[in-house]
């Protein structure tokens, strides 16, 4: 049996009926406000670490670097990882507040990262900072390409 609209006979009433619709929605929000403090839950067994604000990294910090292919640069230099540790001690004296700063590619294994904060330990130094920033592809050729350039030079001052 169809609704009759203002005294006409023959029209059928069209509109939508908005009603259960309304329903659905509100029992779908309060299904959804008994179930969110249950996620909350799980991750109260989750400490976040505290995060420093971005420092600037100064210039005239040490400075290992670590390609991806794990290739290591102390102060744009490449150094063998064997001789890592003698390296940091040779520019300990240098160091300003015993620090030294350790730039990452994103891709460097962590394995990596803790061969150079155990070479700094050995050396002596006391503090480390992970920079925040990867190395760039245009860092890395410049760093590969000026130990290309030392490599061709060594043997000229061997001779």
Do not use: C, W
């Not at 779908?28 to 400490?47: G, K």
């Not at 006391?126 to 410049?142: F, I, M, N, R």
């Amino acid at each position: 049996m169809a609704i009759q609209s203002s005294g006409k006979k023959g029209q059928i009433f069209s509109e939508i009926n908005i009603t259960p619709l309304t329903d659905i929605f509100l029992v779908l929000l309060i299904i959804m406000m008994v179930i969110a403090p249950m996620f909350q839950a799980l991750d109260q067994d989750i400490s976040l670490p505290s995060v420093n604000t971005g420092q600037a990294v100064d210039e005239k910090e040490i400075t290992v670097a670590i390609t991806e292919d794990a290739k290591f640069y102390v102060n744009s230099a490449h150094i063998e990882v064997k001789e890592l540790t003698e390296e940091l001690k040779g520019l300990l004296e240098e160091a300003k507040d015993k620090k030294v700063v350790v730039k990452a590619d994103a891709k460097t294994r962590t394995k990596e990262i803790m061969k150079v904060m155990r070479a700094a330990q050995e050396a002596g130094y006391e503090k480390l900072t992970v920079a925040g920033e990867p190395l760039s592809k245009t860092q890395q050729k410049e760093l590969e390409n000026k130990d290309n350039k030392d490599l061709a030079q060594k043997p000229e001052e061997i001779k």
